[in-house]
């Protein structure tokens, strides 16, 4: 499966962003989550929607953020509000279809203070 995301930027404190993530199909996903990495960190679990629709987020984002998908549009988003600076990262569109995982090419982005 194929991911494409879009939707990053540079935003200031406090604002909103919404990222989307094409998938060339979701024939077979078992699950699908957004994940980002900042600079000089590891590559950590945003948010996570199963494929029954069950939902589960990070403790730091709970409450702010909200994971979502069409299935006729084959997208899944990720609605972020009062973004804070430490929000900044890559974010990435994940994919699993056991056994394997797949990514996106990742989106910016960042928060200014």
């Known amino acids: 499966v194929h991911l494409v995301e879009s939707g990053g930027g540079l935003v200031q404190a406090g604002e909103s962003l919404r990222l989307s993530c094409a998938a060339s199909?979701?024939?077979?996903?078992?699950?699908m989550a957004w994940y980002r990495q900042a600079p000089g960190k590891q590559r950590e679990l945003v948010a996570i929607?199963?494929?029954?629709?069950?939902?589960n987020y990070a403790d730091h984002v709970k409450g702010r953020f909200t994971i979502s998908r069409d299935t006729a549009k084959n997208t899944l988003y990720l609605q972020m509000l009062n973004l804070k600076p430490e929000d900044t990262a890559v974010y990435y569109c994940?994919?699993?279809?056991?056994?394997?995982?797949?990514w996106g090419q990742g989106t910016q982005v960042t928060v200014s203070s």
């Open positions: 994940s994919a699993l279809i056991n056994p394997r995982r797949y």
């Open positions: 199909s979701i024939f077979s996903i078992d699950s």
């Open positions: 929607i199963t494929s029954g629709g069950t939902t």
